[in-house]
């Protein structure tokens, strides 16, 4: 099980990476989004993964997983909704002022 | 009133002027004046405590771990310097009433007055160091809005600027100085240094100590070659100028000379560096300060050479040459106060501050002649004025100090000093009337000249009576100063034999000759070339400033993927190089079994992945896998015990990816292969390099347990007891991180409200909105954009989404669900309503306005943690109780419910916020809304929302 977790952590991790390099804004931006996943599941996973054992308290139950990295990765998701909302209209306007949406400025740089 | 409290009060009164200048101009000069006469009185009632010698103190920790505490302290030299500043400071207050003009916005005036002047009290009344050098940063930066005030001039802008240079850097070279005292001294408290005489003099540090703050010191009271920045500083009003450089902002650093005198001075070091630089810049700005013709430059210089008088007397190290520097401070503020209002009268009222254009005045102003004139004779030393008596004290301890060289620079020094003050009279209000004045001047009203003539009084009192209205004071802060008891005796004749007094008479002499010969020195001077302080400081500045923009073209390429491609490594050799010098054990935990659904997602997520990455180019298909991914993770989210992340992600998700769709209705919806085969190799190597180290990473964490005992248990098992709800993470959202959570909404907020702003600015007049006006959509519109079975779905599901919604949001406390979730999923109903029944319609049915929801939501969480204050609890401490109301059950509520109340509308707010926005790009786009239920082809038209749009 763990080292499904890591290899998706690792793979998305990668596939982010490879896509924050290229020199469009709408893959830098996927990247991002991709990167956000990783680290989620990152953060998520360092609490150690366990399956059936939800942080509920309840009578019956044979134990919990740590509910402190669900907690913190929650926000997480959430903050990096608007973080990738505030890059797509940075984009957008980037795109409407130079008429594509290169990440790149030119030799003699572009104002 | 505590010490504190008298620092704190310019503060707090620095917000009243803002809010009262919409009463009056006069009310707001009032309450300003009110508050200053407040923190007078103040500290007024402790006179009698200060001079029984007592010394009154406050102390509120602040940070104690790093020896940062607010701790105020009051003795005799706090008190004299406290007193000068909220006394001159009223003053100042009254006078710039009267003296700026209609067009001049008086409330920042007084507001960046009155943060001097708390600045300034922050001071001398602190007992702390590091304390003291906040506020005196403080000066620095609300000095810099006072010296440039008059934004709309070049020269106070410069002048504003080289101000916060000079005196910010010397106030950076300070601060290292004060922290090597304190490693010294093993304490930052002033009262706990001042008695380590012994090991901070024997110190290896305490040469370097010294300097850098002698360096802060000397910057800010303008000692050579730190004094340029004065003259220039001069651009600013006059009220201004009045109140910096007579009393207050030029005596920071004299009172720092003077509060580190006990442990600082007495050594050869000291008594080297400070009394050669405090009598050079006294004659070489005495000399300057002749030959301007500039009123205002004249007192400038004029001001700094009496600073470089009190420098030196304070380098002589020995008690008496500190009484009198301690003398000279009060004598100096008061006449020099009086001369720059006075100055400034004569330019408010003639137009012109030139000397060579004014004279006769005597005849047209007599009151401010009157006022400049017993100012400017005891600025030259004339008996019986109280500058006379300082500068004969001045002369007696120079004669006493070897080698000769000092007292016979002194002397030239009090001989120029005559000369440009009898200038300062002669050549402004003597002679005959002219009648070429820029404007024909006369007195000004009372309010004006009250100001300057209350301190003339105080000149001739103090110069008439110096024991009863001075000595006090004297004694008081000399006390302080010396850390020894002093009774200064001061008095006007001290003998024949006294070497001051023909010292004193030369330089009368001297300096009447001088001003004789004014015309043809100013010619020789005139004729030779000068250093211009400021063009050199101005070279200086542009080499810096080039040097950077090297440094930055090279940094700063503009090519995002070579700054992300070096963090990347940077990152991973960091990781690699903390790998390799860490120790490490092997993993303990077993591993868990793999189950077959699980490894089903897995190979999902793999080719999902990969196909992102391998097919990125088309970006309709990559949003595609991007919801794959997604829904993946959140359901790998709920199968390892995560139902609240997987609801969660699973609803961002959704919202994700609607706002990518409609940013890709505008976007290429292909991107071109540009990357050449290299560059990809390259990127594919370095991403590999960090997804395997990230990887590798995660699964050693997961194969060990924890280093240090988890904080999960408490949260488990106090999250009933302490919190009210079973649902352990929700808990912790709301109650055990509530604080954490009330700041990510904020967060939240302002991504919206900036989202929304710069959806304005693409809107606003300009090329992108032109652009965007002119826009034509390379895809077709499809041909039933509102289909009647959505519409109809969407009406129908709307209510039932929202009971879903709130049923979400209540039950949250204690299984999956809560704010987050609920917002989200409320949110995604709401924009269903979008597109399934056009913008134009619902927004015309929308009546809440999302920005009225962020910020609702924002405070509400907080009115919740404030609430529970009332309950005599830390902020966001919740309650919980049970109730029983009639045929229900009994049922829980927490105060933690209405804070999530207000994650839920800020999450609902900011996501629709966000959302429509996109939407308004649409409609300035030329996209038809319609109006109508549904989409009849005769019932389109280009909206009513894009005609409002455009205007």
Redesign the interface.
């Known amino acids: 099980?763990?080292?499904?977790?890591?290899?998706?952590?690792?793979?998305?991790?990668?596939?982010?990476?490879?896509?924050?390099?290229?020199?469009?804004?709408?893959?830098?931006?996927?990247g991002l989004?991709?990167i956000s996943?990783?680290c989620?599941?990152?953060i998520?996973?360092?609490?150690?993964?366990?399956?059936?054992?939800?942080?509920?308290?309840?009578k019956t139950a044979t134990g919990?997983?740590?509910?402190?990295p669900?907690?913190l990765?929650?926000?997480a998701?959430?903050?990096?909704?608007?973080?990738?909302?505030?890059l797509?209209?940075?984009?957008?306007?980037a795109?409407?002022?130079a008429?594509?949406?290169r990440?790149?400025?030119?030799e003699e740089?572009?104002e | 009133m505590s010490p504190a409290l008298i620092a704190a009060l310019p503060f707090l009164g620095a917000l009243l002027p803002g809010l009262l200048i919409r009463v009056s101009r006069t009310a707001c000069a009032t309450v300003t004046g009110s508050v200053t006469l407040l923190a007078l009185i103040g500290l007024g009632l402790h006179i009698p405590a200060v001079l029984r010698g007592e010394v009154i103190t406050a102390r509120f920790d602040w940070l104690p771990m790093l020896g940062l505490n607010a701790t105020f302290f009051l003795d005799g030299l706090g008190l004299l310097f406290a007193g000068l500043i909220l006394g001159i400071g009223l003053l100042i207050i009254l006078y710039a009433r009267f003296y700026l003009s209609d067009r001049d916005p008086m409330g920042q005036f007084y507001t960046y007055l009155m943060l001097f002047q708390g600045a300034m009290v922050g001071i001398v009344l602190s007992d702390n160091i590091l304390l003291l050098l906040v506020f005196w940063e403080l000066t620095s930066l609300s000095s810099f809005l006072l010296i440039g005030y008059w934004k709309h001039l070049p020269e106070g802008r410069q002048g504003a600027r080289m101000a916060l240079t000079v005196t910010g850097g010397g106030g950076l070279a300070m601060i290292a100085g004060m922290l090597i005292l304190g490693q010294i001294a093993g304490s930052f408290d002033l009262t706990v240094i001042l008695q380590h005489k012994a090991e901070i003099q024997a110190s290896d540090w305490y040469l370097p100590a010294l300097i850098l703050i002698l360096l802060g010191a000397f910057t800010k009271s303008a000692q050579f070659p730190f004094h340029f920045w004065l003259p220039h500083a001069m651009a600013a009003p006059t009220p201004v100028s009045a109140y910096l450089h007579s009393a207050t902002m030029v005596k920071a650093g004299i009172f720092l000379m003077a509060r580190m005198w006990p442990v600082l001075a007495g050594t050869p070091e000291w008594f080297w560096i400070v009394t050669s630089a405090g009598l050079f810049t006294m004659v070489m700005a005495a000399k300057i300060a002749f030959f301007k013709d500039d009123l205002k430059a004249l007192l400038a210089f004029s001001t700094v050479s009496h600073l470089g008088l009190i420098t030196m007397l304070l380098g002589f190290g020995t008690k008496a040459a500190a009484t009198v520097a301690v003398f000279h401070i009060i004598n100096h503020a008061t006449f020099k106060a009086a001369l720059f209002m006075s100055a400034g009268i004569v330019d408010h009222e003639a137009h012109t501050r030139d000397i060579k254009r004014l004279g006769g005045l005597r005849h047209l102003m007599p009151i401010t002649f009157t006022i400049a004139t017993v100012a400017g004779l005891s600025m030259a030393g004339i008996p019986p004025f109280n500058g006379f008596l300082s500068k004969e004290m001045m002369l007696e301890e120079a004669a006493h100090t070897a080698p000769w060289v000092i007292p016979a620079l002194a002397v030239i020094g009090a001989l120029f000093s005559v000369a440009y003050s009898f200038r300062l009279v002669a050549h402004t209000f003597l002679g005959p009337v002219r009648d070429d004045y820029p404007h024909k001047p006369h007195d000004p009203g009372f309010g004006m000249w009250a100001s300057p003539a209350l301190l003339a009084v105080l000149v001739v009192l103090i110069g008439l009576m110096p024991m009863t209205f001075a000595g006090w004071l004297v004694d008081a802060a000399a006390g302080a100063v010396t850390g020894d008891t002093v009774h200064a005796h001061i008095k006007h004749w001290h003998g024949l034999e006294s070497p001051a007094l023909w010292m004193s008479l030369f330089a009368i002499g001297g300096g009447l000759v001088l001003l004789g010969l004014h015309a043809p020195f100013d010619r020789i001077w005139l004729a030779f070339p000068r250093p211009e302080a400021k063009r050199i400081f101005d070279t200086v500045i542009e080499a810096f400033a080039a040097l950077t923009a090297r440094v930055n073209r090279r940094l700063h390429?503009?090519?995002?993927?070579q700054y992300?491609?070096v963090a990347?490594l940077a990152i991973l050799a960091g990781g690699v190089w903390a790998f390799q010098t860490g120790t490490h054990s092997p993993g303990t935990?077993s591993?868990?079994?793999?189950?077959p659904v699980?490894?089903a997602g897995?190979f999902a997520?793999?080719v999902a992945?990969?196909g992102?990455?391998l097919m990125?180019?088309q970006?309709l298909l990559?949003?595609v896998l991007?919801g794959v991914?997604?829904l993946i993770?959140s359901v790998?989210?709920a199968?390892?015990?995560?139902?609240?992340?997987a609801l969660?992600?699973i609803s961002?998700e959704v919202?994700?990816v609607i706002?990518?769709l409609l940013?890709?209705n505008?976007?290429?919806k292909y991107?071109?292969a540009?990357?050449s085969t290299a560059r990809k190799t390259r990127?594919?190597i370095?991403?590999?390099a960090?997804?395997?180290g990230?990887?590798?990473l995660?699964?050693a964490?997961?194969?060990r347990d924890f280093a240090f005992p988890?904080?999960?248990d408490y949260?488990?098992a106090n999250?009933?007891a302490l919190g009210g709800g079973?649902?352990?993470?929700n808990v912790?959202?709301v109650d055990f991180?509530g604080y954490?959570?009330f700041g990510?909404i904020t967060?939240?907020g302002i991504?919206?409200t900036?989202?929304f702003a710069?959806?304005e600015?693409?809107l606003r007049p300009?090329?992108?909105?032109d652009?965007?006006r002119n826009w034509k959509s390379d895809t077709p519109d499809a041909g039933d954009r509102h289909p009647l079975m959505m519409v109809v779905a969407t009406r129908m599901m709307l209510p039932i989404a929202l009971l879903v919604g709130i049923y979400i949001f209540l039950r949250g406390h204690?299984?999956?669900g809560g704010g987050?979730i609920a917002g989200?999923v409320v949110a995604i109903a709401l924009v269903m309503q979008y597109m399934a029944s056009g913008f134009g319609w619902t927004a015309a049915r929308q009546k809440i306005d999302y920005h009225g929801l962020i910020g609702a939501g924002v405070l509400i969480a907080a009115a919740t943690g404030i609430g529970s204050w009332f309950a005599g609890r830390p902020f966001m401490t919740s309650n919980y109780g049970y109730f029983h109301i009639g045929p229900l059950e009994e049922f829980e509520l927490a105060t933690a419910a209405l804070f999530d109340l207000g994650v839920f509308l800020t999450?609902l707010g900011?996501?629709m916020l966000?959302l429509s926005?996109?939407t308004r790009?649409a409609v300035r786009a030329g996209q038809t809304t319609n109006i109508e239920a549904f989409d009849m082809q005769d019932k389109l038209e280009p909206g009513p929302g894009a005609e409002a749009e455009v205007k």
Do not use: C
């Open positions: 099980m763990e080292l499904l977790v890591a290899s998706a952590v690792g793979v998305m991790t990668t596939v982010g990476l490879y896509l924050i390099l290229r020199l469009r804004a709408f893959p830098v931006i996927v989004t991709m996943y990783a989620n599941v990152f998520f996973a360092s609490g150690r993964v366990v399956a059936g054992l939800p942080p509920i308290l309840s919990y997983t740590d509910p402190m669900q907690a990765v929650l926000t998701i959430v903050i990096s909704f608007g973080m990738t909302a505030v797509v209209m940075l984009a957008l306007g795109f409407f002022e008429g594509d949406d990440v790149d400025l030119d740089g572009r | 390429s503009g090519a995002l993927g992300l491609a990347t935990r591993l868990q079994e793999i189950e699980a490894a897995w997520l793999m992945s990969f992102v990455a990125h180019r970006r990559t949003l991007i991914i997604g993770v790998g989210f199968y390892l015990s995560a139902p609240d992340l969660t992600q961002v919202a994700t706002l990518m940013s890709l505008f976007l290429p991107t071109p540009v990357s990127d594919w370095i991403a590999g960090g997804g395997l990230v990887g590798t995660i699964y964490l997961m194969l988890t904080i999960a949260h488990l999250a009933k079973t649902n352990v993470v912790i959202l991180r954490d959570t990510e967060v939240l991504a919206a900036l989202i710069l959806t600015t693409i300009g090329p992108a909105n652009r965007l204690n299984v999956p987050f989200l999450v900011a996501v966000a926005s996109l790009i």
